[in-house]
C-alpha cells in the first residue's frame, strides 16, 4: 500500500490529498459533503482525519506533486484552479473558477500564499504606532486634522486585517464551514475590507484638506474633494453590499487615485504658503502610487494576481502614513514658531498675549516715563497663592483660563490711568497714578481679593478662584527708581506670604517702621 500522506516541501502550505487507498478516499468523501463558501478549500479537519487514516494503514512511499488518477473518477470532488504547482480541491457544487483578484481580496488565513508573515506583523505594528500617535495628538491639540489621521491609519489596519485574512480567521462566525454560522456577521466579514478601504482613502483625504488649509487658500480644489468625498459615501455602501469582488477593487483603487491627484494638485497650488507640509504630502503621495502601480494592472486588464504584490500596495500605504506624520510634526513646528513670533511682537507693542494685559516690557516701559516725568505712584505687586495645584489638577488649559480671568478682574477694580501687567508666571504689578493714604489701598486690595476669589468657568465647568496676595510699595516714599521700588514692594510680599495670620496685603513702609 502507498503512502499517502505528504510532508510540507518547499515551503508549500497545502495539503494536497491523494486518493490512492481507501482510507484517503474515505477522507475525501468525509470532506466533501462538508459546507464550504466562495474560495474555501477542503476544510482542516478534513485533511486531517485523512492524514491520520493514511499514517495508521503503515504508508510507505510519499507521493509527487501531481493529481492521483482516481482523481477524475472520485464523485463530489474536482481539481480547482492552482498556484504553480500547488494541487487543491474544491466541492464539484461550485463549477465557476475562482477568480485570481479574490484572493487579493478575501484570502484565507493558512493559504494566503508564502508571503513571510514578519512583514504584515511589521505593518500592523507600524499602523497602531501611527494610530495611537495620532490619537494623543487629538487629545493634546484637540484639532480636527489629527482625528482625520488617526481615523486613516485605523482603517487602514482595519482594511489589511481582512485583506490578508487575519481578521477573518479571528472571527469564528465568519468562516462559513462553521455550522450554524450567523449570515449577517458572514456578510460582514466578506465586505468590511473593501469598506474600510474606502474609508481609509475618505479619511486620508479629509486629512490632506485640514492639513493644507485648502478651504483658505484653494477653495476650488476644496469644492473638488468635497465632491469627491460624497462619491466616497456611494462607494461605500456599493462596498457594503456588492458581491462582486473584482469590480470593488476596481472601484476602490480609482478612488484611491483620484483621491491621491486631488491631493497632490492641493499641494502643488499651496507650495508657496506652506512649502514643507506641502512637499511631504506630494512625497506621500508618490510613494503610494509607486506603491499600488502594479496592482491596477492586473486587475484592469484581468492579468493573473501575484501574492507578493500585496507587499508593495501594504507598504506603500503604511510609508504615505509616515510621510504624513512627519508632516504633522512640520506643521506643529511651524505653527509653534508663529505662535512665538506673535508672541514677540504683541510684547514689542507692551501687551502679554495669553491675558491682554501690559506685558513686562510695557510695565517698565511704564514705570520709566513715570519716574523722568517726576509722578508719585503706588506699586501692587499681586502673587496667585495655589496656582500649580490648578494646573496639575485642571491641565495648562485651565492654568491659561484662571491666568486671564484675574488679570481681567484686577483690570476691573483700578482706574483708567492706571496699569495691570503680568510679570510672568502667576505674578501680576499694578501702577497707581499718584499716592492714595495706606486706608485707600487697602480698600482697593481687599476688594481686588474678593473679585478674585469668585469661580471661573472653563470648559463646561467652575474652578476655583485664585486667593491673591499683596505687596505696596510707593515712589518716592520706599524708592528712587524702578528696580528699588520693585525690591520694596518684593519684600513686603514675602512678608505677607510668611503670615499665617493677618491681612492678604502688606505695606512696605511698615517693615521699615
Given at each position: ?11 508549500c ?9 481507501p482510507?484517503?478516499?474515505?477522507g475525501?468523501?468525509?470532506?466533501a459533503?462538508?459546507?464550504?463558501g466562495?474560495g474555501s478549500?477542503?476544510s482542516?479537519?478534513a485533511?486531517?482525519?485523512c ?7 503503515g ?5 509527487r ?7 477524475a473518477s472520485k464523485p463530489?470532488?474536482e481539481r480547482a484552479p ?5 494541487i487543491?480541491?474544491?466541492p464539484a457544487?461550485?463549477t465557476?473558477?475562482r477568480?485570481?483578484?479574490a484572493?487579493?481580496l478575501?484570502?484565507s488565513?493558512?493559504?494566503h500564499g508564502?508571503?513571510p508573515p ?15 500617535c495620532?490619537?494623543?495628538?487629538l ?10 489621521y488617526a ?5 487602514a489596519?482595519?482594511a489589511f486585517?481582512?485583506?490578508?485574512g487575519f ?8 468562516s ?8 449577517a ?21 479629509q ?12 477653495p476650488r480644489?476644496?469644492r473638488?474633494?468635497q465632491?469627491t468625498?460624497v462619491?466616497?459615501a456611494i462607494a ?9 469582488r473584482?469590480w470593488?477593487?476596481r472601484?476602490v483603487?480609482?478612488?484611491?487615485v483620484?483621491?491621491?491627484v486631488v491631493l497632490?494638485?492641493?499641494a502643488v ?7 514643507w507640509p ?6 506621500g503621495a ?9 496592482t491596477?494592472?492586473?486587475?484592469w486588464?484581468d492579468?493573473?494576481?501575484?501574492p507578493?504584490?500585496i507587499?508593495f ?5 503604511v510609508a ?8 504633522i510634526?512640520?506643521?506643529?513646528r ?5 505662535e512665538v ?6 510684547e514689542?507693542?507692551g501687551?502679554d498675549a495669553?491675558t491682554?494685559a501690559t506685558?513686562?516690557?510695557?510695565f517698565?516701559?511704564?514705570g ?5 516725568e ?9 502673587d496667585?497663592?495655589?496656582?500649580r495645584?490648578?494646573n496639575?489638577?485642571?491641565g495648562?488649559?485651565g492654568?491659561?483660563?484662571?491666568l486671564a480671568?484675574m488679570?481681567?478682574r484686577?483690570?476691573?477694580?483700578v482706574?483708567?490711568?492706571?496699569m495691570?501687567a503680568?510679570?510672568?508666571?502667576d505674578?501680576f ?5 499718584g499716592?492714595?493714604?495706606r486706608?485707600?489701598?487697602?480698600e482697593?486690595a481687599?476688594?481686588m481679593?474678593?473679585a ?12 476655583a478662584?485664585g486667593e491673591?496676595?499683596?505687596g505696596i ?9 524702578l528696580e528699588?521700588?520693585m525690591q520694596?514692594?518684593?519684600?513686603a510680599?514675602?512678608?505677607?506670604e510668611?503670615q499665617?495670620m493677618g491681612?492678604?496685603?502688606?505695606f512696605a ?5
Amino acid at each position: 500500500m502507498l503512502r499517502c500522506v505528504r510532508a510540507s516541501i518547499e515551503g508549500c502550505r497545502w495539503c494536497p490529498l491523494c486518493l490512492c487507498c481507501p482510507s484517503c478516499r474515505r477522507g475525501a468523501a468525509a470532506a466533501a459533503p462538508l459546507p464550504v463558501g466562495f474560495g474555501s478549500r477542503v476544510s482542516f479537519i478534513a485533511r486531517l482525519q485523512c492524514g491520520m487514516a493514511a499514517t495508521m494503514h503503515g504508508a510507505q512511499r510519499a507521493t509527487r506533486r501531481r493529481a492521483s488518477p482516481l482523481l477524475a473518477s472520485k464523485p463530489g470532488i474536482e481539481r480547482a484552479p492552482s498556484f504553480g504547482d500547488t494541487i487543491r480541491y474544491q466541492p464539484a457544487t461550485r463549477t465557476t473558477p475562482r477568480p485570481p483578484h479574490a484572493f487579493f481580496l478575501f484570502p484565507s488565513l493558512p493559504f494566503h500564499g508564502p508571503r513571510p508573515p514578519m512583514i504584515d506583523g511589521a505593518s500592523y505594528g507600524l499602523l497602531a504606532g501611527l494610530m495611537v500617535c495620532g490619537l494623543v495628538l487629538l487629545l493634546v491639540f484637540g484639532t480636527a486634522v489629527h482625528g482625520w489621521y488617526a481615523l486613516a491609519c485605523a482603517c487602514a489596519l482595519a482594511a489589511f486585517a481582512g485583506l490578508n485574512g487575519f481578521a477573518q480567521n479571528a472571527l469564528p462566525s465568519s468562516s462559513p464551514a462553521v455550522p450554524g454560522a450567523s449570515s449577517a456577521l458572514t456578510a460582514l466579514a466578506a465586505h468590511w475590507p473593501a469598506v474600510a478601504l474606502v474609508l481609509w482613502t475618505a479619511c486620508r483625504l479629509q486629512f490632506g484638506r485640514q492639513l493644507l488649509r485648502l478651504k483658505d487658500f484653494a477653495p476650488r480644489l476644496d469644492r473638488i474633494a468635497q465632491a469627491t468625498l460624497v462619491v466616497f459615501a456611494i462607494a461605500t455602501l456599493y462596498a457594503a453590499i456588492e458581491t462582486e469582488r473584482l469590480w470593488t477593487l476596481r472601484v476602490v483603487q480609482a478612488l484611491v487615485v483620484a483621491s491621491t491627484v486631488v491631493l497632490a494638485a492641493g499641494a502643488v497650488t499651496v507650495l508657496r504658503r506652506l512649502p514643507w507640509p506641502a512637499t511631504l504630502l506630494l512625497a506621500g503621495a508618490a510613494l503610494l502610487l509607486a506603491g499600488i502601480s502594479a496592482t491596477p494592472m492586473s486587475i484592469w486588464l484581468d492579468a493573473a494576481w501575484v501574492p507578493r504584490r500585496i507587499n508593495f500596495a501594504q507598504a506603500a500605504v503604511v510609508a504615505e502614513l509616515v510621510v504624513f506624520i512627519a508632516a504633522i510634526g512640520v506643521r506643529l513646528r511651524t505653527e509653534r514658531a508663529l505662535e512665538v513670533r506673535t508672541q514677540q511682537k504683541v510684547e514689542d507693542l507692551g501687551t502679554d498675549a495669553l491675558t491682554g494685559a501690559t506685558s513686562r516690557a510695557g510695565f517698565e516701559s511704564r514705570g520709566r516715563d513715570w519716574l523722568r516725568e517726576g509722578r508719585p505712584f503706588s506699586l501692587m505687586l499681586a502673587d496667585l497663592n495655589g496656582f500649580r495645584r490648578v494646573n496639575e489638577r485642571h491641565g495648562r488649559a485651565g492654568g491659561d483660563a484662571v491666568l486671564a480671568a484675574m488679570a481681567r478682574r484686577l483690570r476691573q477694580q483700578v482706574r483708567a490711568d492706571d496699569m495691570v501687567a503680568r510679570l510672568g508666571g502667576d505674578e501680576f504689578a499694578i501702577l497707581l497714578v499718584g499716592t492714595p493714604a495706606r486706608q485707600k489701598l487697602a480698600e482697593m486690595a481687599i476688594r481686588m481679593l474678593t473679585a478674585a476669589a469668585r469661580p471661573v468657568e472653563h470648559d463646561g465647568r467652575l474652578l476655583a478662584g485664585g486667593e491673591l496676595n499683596f505687596g505696596i510699595a510707593s515712589h518716592p516714599v520706599d524708592g528712587e527708581t524702578l528696580e528699588n521700588i520693585m525690591q520694596a514692594a518684593e519684600r513686603a510680599l514675602r512678608h505677607c506670604e510668611q503670615q499665617r495670620m493677618g491681612p492678604a496685603y502688606a505695606f512696605a513702609g511698615e517693615l521699615h517702621e
